[in-house]
């Protein structure tokens, strides 16, 4: 059975520094990643995907995060928070590729002080 | 990259009335697609697969009876809560699936934020 753990529930980061989400996974079979990020009232954007190719994954906005399959963890960082980055971040699993079912991670608050 | 869409974006209706919410998969076909529930400062929670020419299977717990599922093309499926009650006020958001070879992804909808009065 599948099951993301998002480590913080809310992370609170000064504009210009380094930002860290953590995600932890559970699956019986080779999983497919993803962080989404909601802003508030708002739909969910992708950020990144890993689907099994590299291990270091770059997304969109500054973004990226790391596979490690040894400590079943796929965190999300960016080298410097902007005030626009305040959002909702979800840590996503789906088993395989072939997306029947995803599981969403309870969610991380990220606060980005001036 | 690929856009659904939802409508209406939100919607206030009375209690015991029905409101229907439409998700369209607009620049690919989508044999299936999703929908969620999502409460305030909560996580997505499925609430049912949507088939295409099927019925939907939902997730344990869902009300079949009241959260009617329908898909009946390849680029529309429709959420229609019936007898809406106070306790389903949230945030609904549907995703799509494009096919395998166009990247076989959920792409997810804006969401319709639904009030019942």
């Known amino acids: 059975a599948q099951s993301v753990t998002q480590l913080d529930s809310h992370v609170s980061v000064s504009e210009g520094t380094p930002v860290l989400l953590r995600c932890n996974y559970s699956s019986s079979y080779s999983p497919s990643l993803f962080w989404y990020v909601q802003h508030p009232n708002k739909g969910l954007q992708l950020l990144l995907k890993?689907?099994?190719?590299?291990?270091l994954v770059k997304g969109i906005n500054g973004f990226e995060a790391e596979f490690k399959k040894s400590e079943t963890s796929f965190h999300l960082t960016k080298p410097s928070a902007h005030m626009s980055d305040a959002a909702e971040y979800f840590c996503?699993?789906?088993?395989?590729?072939?997306?029947?079912?995803?599981?969403f991670g309870p969610g991380t608050s990220l606060s980005v002080i001036p | 990259g690929a856009v659904v869409s939802q409508h209406p974006s939100w919607v206030i209706c009375k209690s015991g009335t029905s409101v229907k919410i439409e998700c369209r998969s607009l620049d690919f076909q989508a044999t299936t697609m999703f929908w969620y529930r999502q409460f305030p400062k909560q996580s997505l929670m499925l609430m049912a697969t949507?088939?295409?020419?099927?019925?939907?299977?939902?997730e344990q717990g869902v009300e079949k009876d009241k959260f009617l599922i329908n898909h009946a093309s390849l680029t529309l499926s429709t959420l229609t809560v019936t007898s809406a009650h106070p306790e389903d006020s949230s945030f609904y958001i549907c995703s799509a699936r494009s096919p395998p070879g166009y990247g076989y992804e959920q792409y997810f909808g804006p969401g319709t934020r639904l009030t019942v009065t």
């Open positions: 996503v699993v789906s088993e395989g590729t072939s997306y029947d079912k995803v599981i």
């Open positions: 949507s088939n295409e020419g099927s019925k939907a299977t939902y």
């Open positions: 890993y689907t099994s190719a590299a291990t």
